[in-house]
């Protein structure tokens, strides 16, 4: 820690809150975190498809009704048919109807069969429940912008789904935690993908990391030019305060700054990994953004965090078209990058400290369009893993298949 300014940590609180309601903070789009170390330890990570994951053709019931309905919806001549020969088989503990996985996800089939991973049906933005032609006919609340990427977006990582919000559920979670806090000043939440509405709460800043062992600041080179600009940027933090917020803010800012980075590079460029090698030759960026989170959560006792929270983001789901191959060589990557990830959890000996889940903007309409790809639709399919997850089943009712179904909203 640099010898600047030192706010107590009821002091840092009621600074943030009151710069949160100026919107001074919401201007800087970070927040501060802390929290308390202690004898057990959780870690949160979510991973985000943005774009919109296809659910349809993620999870398929294989059932002799099931799979014709599907079948009767997507033909083969439709262009994103996947042959029921080609899915993965699972069973869930709680259902009677047998179902089946994208052929690319192997992972999430031994993770499902393992019961550590769990399905949830129809998760997607919701005001108020109802029936299809209730929503038809202007009789409920629809989520606002509906089916619309940035709104559903930002809505998913919000839980709220009346408007714009400027804090995430995931940001608000780690306000609640940095109450625990009385050792460390260390960032709870940490992105790997910049910092999204999930990971902005109210009194909680996120750390940014990049997706690859370079955490630290400019002209870091020889020891000599290193200690200068270090000596220059604390004298320029131990200027004295004119108890302006701005002046404070960046004060605070700077101190953590600083101070996140010496703890990080370490973490980040341990040459004894344990997890390093579950991810050689892994280049996805989705498998350098979980590489990134394992480093951080093998060096858990170097931040001195009992809980964590971290988000990843995988890319490339608004298949309007060609979304066979698309949608496979996505879900392969994500496939792949997991599988190394709880490999690396093992290692470590996590694997029951971690939950990790994938959502999603919304799902794609059934019907396909004149690309062979698919548009924007609603509900779609979660999946949540880890040793607290009472895995192998799958969660919420399963949609009805049909053009012009219960389920189906718009005639897609």
């Known amino acids: 820690m640099t010898n600047a300014l030192k706010l107590s940590s009821s002091t840092r609180r009621t600074l943030l809150k009151s710069l949160a309601a100026t919107g001074v903070i919401s201007a800087f789009e970070r927040k501060l975190a802390w929290a308390q170390s202690a004898t057990d330890y959780k870690a949160l990570v979510h991973i985000y498809q943005g774009g919109g994951n296809d659910g349809n053709n993620t999870v398929i019931r294989t059932d002799a009704n099931g799979y014709a309905e599907y079948a009767k919806a997507r033909p083969s001549s439709s262009g994103i048919n996947i042959a029921q020969a080609q899915l993965l088989p699972i069973q869930a503990t709680n259902l009677t109807v047998p179902m089946g996985l994208h052929p690319s996800v192997t992972t999430?089939?031994?993770?499902?069969?393992?019961?550590?991973?769990?399905?949830?049906?129809?998760?997607?933005?919701?005001?108020?429940?109802?029936?299809?032609?209730?929503?038809?006919?202007?009789?409920l609340a629809r989520p606002v912008n509906l089916l619309s990427h940035p709104d559903q977006e930002m809505q998913m990582q919000a839980g709220d789904a009346k408007g714009i919000v400027r804090t995430g559920w995931g940001g608000r979670a780690a306000d609640r935690l940095e109450l625990l806090q009385t050792t460390s000043?260390?960032?709870?939440?940490?992105?790997?993908?910049?910092?999204?509405?999930?990971?902005a709460g109210n009194t909680s800043i996120a750390l940014a990391l990049p997706n690859n062992p370079y955490f630290q600041l400019y002209w870091t080179g020889d020891t000599t030019t290193t200690n200068a600009r270090d000596a220059a940027l604390n004298e320029?933090?131990?200027?004295?305060?004119?108890?302006?917020?701005?002046?404070?803010?960046?004060k605070l800012l700077g101190e953590e700054g600083l101070a996140a980075s010496s703890v990080v590079m370490p973490v980040l460029q341990n040459a004894q990994s344990k997890v390093t090698p579950f991810f050689?030759?892994?280049?996805?960026?989705?498998?350098?953004?979980?590489?990134?989170?394992?480093l951080m959560l093998e060096g858990r006792?170097?931040?001195?965090?009992?809980?964590?929270?971290?988000?990843?983001?995988?890319?490339?789901?608004?298949?309007?078209?060609?979304?066979?191959?698309?949608?496979?060589?996505?879900?392969?990557?994500?496939?792949?990058?997991?599988d190394a990830f709880e490999k690396a959890m093992a290692a470590l000996g996590l694997q029951n400290n971690v939950t990790t889940f994938v959502t999603s903007d919304f799902n794609r309409t059934l019907k396909a369009n004149d690309a062979r790809g698919t548009e924007h639709a609603w509900g779609n399919y979660a999946f949540a893993w880890g040793g607290a997850v009472k895995g192998g089943q799958v969660y919420g009712k399963l949609p009805t298949l049909a053009i012009d179904g219960p389920d189906d909203l718009d005639g897609n």
């Open 108 to 139: 999430f089939k031994t993770l499902f069969e393992q019961k550590k991973l769990a399905i949830v049906a129809n998760m997607g933005t919701l005001i108020q429940p109802g029936t299809r032609d209730q929503y038809k006919q202007g009789l």
């Open 185 to 199: 000043n260390f960032p709870l939440m940490c992105s790997i993908n910049g910092l999204k509405t999930f990971t």
């Open 236 to 250: 320029l933090l131990l200027t004295s305060p004119t108890l302006n917020n701005y002046e404070l803010t960046v």
């Open 280 to 294: 050689n030759g892994l280049e996805t960026e989705v498998a350098k953004q979980l590489k990134m989170i394992a």
């Open 301 to 338: 006792a170097q931040v001195k965090l009992s809980r964590q929270i971290f988000f990843a983001n995988q890319t490339g789901y608004d298949t309007h078209g060609s979304q066979i191959s698309e949608q496979a060589k996505l879900l392969g990557d994500l496939n792949t990058a997991v």
